[in-house]
């Protein structure tokens, strides 16, 4: 396990390296290919820790995504403020979305709360469809020239050759590689932490957890606004490398909650390199289904339900208990009181001499 | 000053009243046990003295705080530390890290000095060799063992202990009373209910007994022991 964990981090550093270089060498295609499936994971990260850690089976993520999207909108068309400040904004007014929707649906328990979530996540949408100055029921678009004049891309343009919009793009994709190696090295860090412990223990023993201190209502709180914040920068990065936001498109169920879902759970809910996994299996589905139009989603939803049936812990789940190879382990190791000395080998006993 | 007093703490589940009208007090470092038949109400006490259950009728002090209206998590962070009967560990977890979680939230402690903290818990209780196993895949003793290691784990002031000797050999049995004797010599209070009264006795300085809910006594073991309704009640024996 430990062998593992040595090669792990280097072997991480590198594919996070290679991935940071594909624009100087990679088409634009296949790094807008690349942001998708990066944002993509960011939104399945984050739902993970909410379901997977914290119980809180949520379907009504499409609530920060699009307020993430919308404030980072309003931030720049009616507040005149540089798109990469409209995405912490975005985040921001997610997180702060969040409080309020923490303390309605926080009140239900198990599908109730589902549904809590997704008819707040209307209740947005509907809200946010009558704000007449971004453009309604019908949506808006950033104002021309709003990207390449971002900060950052006329350097990228000049450092790579190409277009204002390809360093848009390029620019987005890098910020969407940084979020999401931080997202999982937040949740790494916070699922180690005394918070992250205390979780585990509600998921395992909800009363007994209680009973030694730790307390579910705030640790789930904490979880909630942290990945609502998460979701809202994510959902800000989406639109902003769209340039077009919608209330349809930017609330959308299906894109923002369903698929995210299915990405968690073939990969292995409850795991860390769940999401990663699962991700790259719907990516390649996604290639190779594409033509087969709403048969596509059939053969989505059937792949879905037989990783249910027969590997509840996903894809990463069935790998770790067939080999026992575990990446990022969250367990907490007693501290070693008496190690043994390293380069002496043990003593063999030989009989019969 | 008391540690912990009950004042006529009452609770029904529907008609059935299990715990009628109760006043006790416990004084610091002292060990009481608790004994009556199955059903008695006495896991039930229990629940309500951590806030697990909710009382219908009086108060619960403890530490100079009346605590009947507090959540579990503020009382053991106030210092009452306890075990289940039906042992509850968090089975995903080590068992180490089942006395982490334990001594960060209901201990209030963090970092080295907690870990020396599980780890010192952990040999005393006879876990030291399992730190690292997967609490869920424990025996029945094992667990019972790790039920009062983790309540020890949260540094409580009182300690409650709900039939952790039952299954023994005679050898376990006195390292037990060993560890529970340990735990009283630091200055914590003890409730110990326990069936296995020779165990319960060898500790106890006083013995309360419970039956349908009621407190039929309470007061040194000898003289408990030698009441005539206890012995029948509790022991079955014609006077
Ligand atoms: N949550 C509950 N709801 C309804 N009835 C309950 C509940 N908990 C306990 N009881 C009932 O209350 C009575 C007392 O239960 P309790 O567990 O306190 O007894 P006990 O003295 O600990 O018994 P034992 O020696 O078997 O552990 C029993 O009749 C039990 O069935
Ligand atoms: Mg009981």
Redesign the pocket.
């Known amino acids: 396990m430990n062998h593992n964990s040595k090669i792990a981090l280097p072997v991480a550093l590198a594919i996070v390296a290679a991935l940071a270089l594909v624009p100087f060498y990679g088409s634009r295609a296949i790094i807008q290919d690349l942001f998708t499936v990066l944002t993509l994971l960011v939104l399945a990260m984050n739902w993970n820790i909410l379901a997977g850690f914290a119980g809180l089976v949520s379907v009504g993520q499409q609530a920060f995504v699009g307020t993430g999207a919308y404030a980072m909108f309003a931030a720049v068309i009616l507040g005149g403020v540089d798109p990469l400040w409209g995405i912490v904004i975005g985040g921001a007014a997610a997180a702060a979305l969040s409080v309020p929707i923490a303390i309605f649906t926080f009140r239900l328990n198990g599908a109730y709360f589902a549904i809590g979530t997704w008819v707040s996540a209307e209740i947005v949408r509907l809200s946010l469809a009558q704000w007449k100055a971004l453009g309604g029921g019908t949506g808006t678009s950033l104002p021309k020239g709003t990207t390449q004049e971002m900060f950052g891309v006329q350097p990228i343009r000049h450092l790579l050759g190409i277009s204002n919009a390809a360093a848009a793009d390029v620019l987005s994709y890098w910020l969407a590689l940084a979020l999401a190696v931080a997202t999982l090295s937040a949740s790494y860090l916070f699922l180690r932490s005394r918070a992250g412990l205390g979780l585990q223990a509600i998921r395992d023993n909800l009363e007994a957890a209680r009973s030694v201190g730790v307390d579910p209502a705030r640790l789930k709180a904490i979880v909630f606004v942290l990945s609502a914040l998460g979701t809202g920068v994510c959902g800000a990065l989406m639109f902003l490398q769209i340039t077009r936001v919608t209330p349809d498109a930017a609330f959308s169920v299906v894109d923002w909650t369903a698929f995210v879902i299915f990405i968690t759970v073939i990969g292995g809910i409850g795991t860390l390199p769940g999401p990663i996994v699962g991700v790259l299996v719907f990516y390649v589905l996604q290639r190779l289904l594409a033509d087969y139009g709403t048969l596509y989603l059939i053969l989505l939803g059937l792949f879905g339900i037989a990783i249910m049936l027969f590997a509840r812990r996903g894809l990463w789940g069935l790998f770790t208990d067939k080999t026992g190879i575990e990446l990022l382990p969250l367990r907490h190791r007693p501290p070693r009181t008496a190690t043994p000395v390293p380069g002496i080998p043990p003593k063999i006993v030989k009989e019969g001499t | 000053m008391a540690i912990l007093s009950l004042n006529s703490v009452s609770k029904s589940?529907?008609a059935?009243k299990?715990?009628d009208d109760v006043s006790f007090e416990v004084a610091p470092g002292e060990v009481l046990g608790i004994i009556?038949?199955?059903?008695?109400?006495?896991?039930?006490?229990?629940?309500l003295i951590t806030g697990n259950?909710r009382t219908d009728a009086g108060t619960i002090t403890f530490d100079g705080t009346d605590v009947t209206g507090q959540s579990p998590m503020a009382r053991v962070k106030a210092g009452i530390g306890r075990s289940f009967?039906i042992p509850q560990p968090f089975t995903h977890l080590s068992v180490y890290e089942n006395l982490l979680v334990a001594a960060n939230f209901g201990g209030g402690q963090g970092g080295r000095e907690a870990e020396q903290l599980c780890v010192d818990i952990l040999d005393r209780t006879g876990l030291g060799d399992l730190a690292e196993a997967t609490s869920g895949s424990l025996s029945l003793l094992q667990r019972k063992r790790l039920e009062l290691a983790r309540a020890m784990a949260t540094s409580p002031k009182l300690i409650l202990l709900?039939?952790i000797a039952g299954g023994l050999t005679d050898g376990e049995c006195v390292a037990l009373i060993e560890t529970i004797k340990s735990i009283h010599a630091q200055g914590t209070a003890i409730i110990w209910?326990e069936?296995v009264l020779h165990a319960l006795t060898s500790v106890v300085e006083r013995l309360m007994v419970?039956n349908f809910?009621k407190m039929l006594t309470i007061g040194a073991p000898e003289v408990v022991m030698d009441t005539p309704a206890v012995r029948e009640i509790y022991l079955g024996i014609e006077v």
């Open positions: 589940f529907g059935l299990v715990t009556g038949p199955n059903g008695a109400g006495k896991s039930t006490l229990f629940n259950i009967q709900d039939e209910i069936h419970l809910g």
